[in-house]
């Protein structure tokens, strides 16, 4: 953990130390997730926000679609690609 103090200037606006821009991956331009959670704030990389997002919204949807292994997901997608072949074949 990083724990730094920043001073809030008259515009609302802080900087950055590099340490933390660094860890990041920010650049100058890039945008930031700020999540006001549980009276604190939370500075993010915007990306990896929506990809926790997707991944929580995602928990348990494999097993309600009846994917319980490696052998059931495999058998899934050459379900998938044999339609996506049968459609590719009927459109040409």
Known sequence: MIFITAKVMSKG??????????????STGDRVALIYENNRVILMNPAIYA???????????????????QEDLDALMCEVREELE???ESSN
């Open 13 to 26: 606006q802080i900087t950055l130390p590099v340490d933390i821009r660094r860890n990041l991956r920010l």
């Open 51 to 69: 990809m926790e997002q997707l991944q929580e919204s995602m928990v348990g949807e494999w097993q309600k679609a009846g994917i319980h292994s």
């Open 86 to 88: 049968d459609e590719y």
